[in-house]
């Protein structure tokens, strides 16, 4: 008798079962088939006694509507006739106790329970409850019901919730009730009602033992292992991630904005438990650029330092030594919590490293840099590395990497315009995260990045007068001479970072304009804040917006015993002519 695919095994168009006993010729099987397939007439055939449809549901416990439930019993093959084809599928002898349905079965039998073997399309990680258990949600999918596949929520304490692995394993329940909410299918269950689940690979050729069971005492049969690799071989050439539909609330990091909420496909990072207010700040990564943020004035505080104030801002940022792990390229992205009850312990965090989707989250920009923001109704699911959506993610990162252009931040012009001019067009682009984390303690790189603030912010003071202990030495203008002491304080899509511009650097900067008194030069006062303003992007309609410009960095160290713990970073190489 013929094989059919594993489509085909559980079509939605199997309407008629046929217990058959002994072989029969291929004419007498051929009539058969001619005869239904002109008639369209459904029978139920029994040799040795006969027996309806309904009761034979009724003896088995099965949903009616379910014709795999007949499997449990014993019936050598079954064969199974619509008005279009006849279809003869070989089962093995199934002597197990329990009856599985088809997810497009289960889902028309409201208020029943049902068994059902599915793969995991969605995975959320448990939430509190207001009662005492937990809360975990999934969709499930198989090849009779991939679209939109079958929600199902499942009521436990926390040390009983279903652990996913990864999205595409297979889970197996006992005893799920069916409901329907908003018109749609819906599967509940709870153990203290009975239900129970036991979690295993979704890869060809693993075994089958369940990496997690919700009871010591579970079985895994003949027919469980058949299922098993039914849904696997069929998940193999079915992309899982695909089945959910098109969600139209799927955001990149470089779409975000404050007027919407979103969801996120995106890669975790680290997990920050010992933060400052006292709350786990998770930390993610798509590999695209947020877009720049204005800079309002109100948010810059009142301190006069509006650079330092910036750098405030950065008590969401993480030791060097972490950062280093990061991808050189892409905003990190700070999730912090908001609007969450001081005792709703919120979704359970998957591990840094893990790629999630996070849905119905939001944003916010404090003092110019986005963070994400997760609600009380915000939820977390896995992902698996094999999704579409995460290859997407990896394979347009591998592209950055390696191409000059692509490496730049992903809002600044193309091809890039500074008003800035360097002598070093032909050294490659970093980011500031590579200046930050660079194993070497001296090095020289080139940045496109955005001039924050300045240091001090009134141009009058852009020049001091040098200090008798450093006048008159090597490369040192003469006791009474003014020097450029300024700091500056950049961004790009990747970081901050505090840099000085001192010296004959910064004559070299402000072309034709050398270190004075400039309390005592106004023209030439006006025209350094002119320069000042264009750099600081700054608008008489409206907030600051900086443009991206080039300049070169280098960074050096005070203290030869004390390297890495006294770096610092200064302007060089780099001119503003105009």
Known sequence: ?????????????????????????????????????????????????????????????????????????????????????????????????????????????????????????????????????????????????????????????????????????????????????????????????????????????????????????????????????????????????????????????????????????????????????????????????????????????????????????????????????????????????FDVAEDDSGPQIPLAGDWVKLRNIGCRIRKGLYEGIFLHKSKIGILSPSTQAVQNCERAYKERLTSETLRLPQWCPKPPQSMLVTGYDHVKVSTLREVLTHPQVTNKFRCMVRVMATWPTDVLDFCVPLPESTAGGKDQPEQGAFVYAVRFTLEDPTGRLHVFLYGQDAVDFFVGYPAVDLRQQGDTVGALKRKVDRLLGVSESGPSNPPWVNCCLMSYYLDKERPHDTRRFRIFGTRFPG
């Open 1 to 337: 008798m013929r094989n059919v695919s594993c489509e085909n095994a559980w079509n939605r168009k199997q309407i008629l079962k046929c217990r058959v006993r002994g072989g029969g010729s291929d004419a007498l099987w051929n009539l058969i088939s001619t005869i239904f397939e002109r008639v369209g007439f459904f029978f139920f055939f029994h040799l040795g006694f006969a027996e309806t449809l309904t009761s034979r549901f009724d003896r088995i416990g099965s949903c009616p509507r379910s014709p795999k439930s007949l499997g449990a019993g014993n019936l050598p093959s079954l064969l199974y006739l619509t008005s279009k084809r006849t279809m003869s599928i070989e089962l093995h002898r199934v002597q197990g106790k329990y009856n599985y349905d088809r997810l497009a079965d289960a889902v028309v039998c409201v208020d029943k329970k049902v068994n059902f073997y599915g793969i995991v399309a969605e995975y959320e990680q448990p939430k509190s409850t207001r009662g005492d258990d937990c809360l975990c949600t999934m969709t499930v999918v198989d090849m009779s019901y991939n679209t939109p596949g079958l929600r199902v929520l499942y009521f436990a304490p926390a040390d009983q919730m279903p652990r996913v692995n990864t999205v595409g394993d297979i889970i197996r329940f006992h005893r799920i009730q069916m409901r329907s909410h908003a018109d749609a299918p819906q599967a509940i269950g709870n153990p203290k009602y009975g239900a129970s689940f036991v979690l295993l690979s979704g890869l060809e050729g693993d075994g089958y033992e369940p990496y997690q069971k919700s009871h010591s005492r579970y079985s895994v049969e003949a027919h469980d292992r058949d299922i098993v690799d039914l849904l696997r071989t069929w998940a193999s050439s079915h992309p899982i991630d695909t089945f959910a539909g098109t969600n139209k609330y799927m955001k990149q990091i470089k779409d975000i904005n404050v007027e919407s909420y979103f969801d996120l496909c995106c890669k975790i990072l680290y997990v920050n438990e010992q933060s400052a207010e006292n709350s786990v700040i998770i930390y993610v990564w798509d590999g695209t650029d947020t877009s720049p943020a204005c800079l309002n004035p109100v948010e810059q505080g009142e301190s006069d330092d509006p650079g330092q104030d910036l750098w405030s801002a950065k008590e969401l940022a993480l030791p060097v030594d972490v950062m280093r792990s990061f991808p050189v390229l892409g905003t990190v992205l700070p999730l912090v919590p």
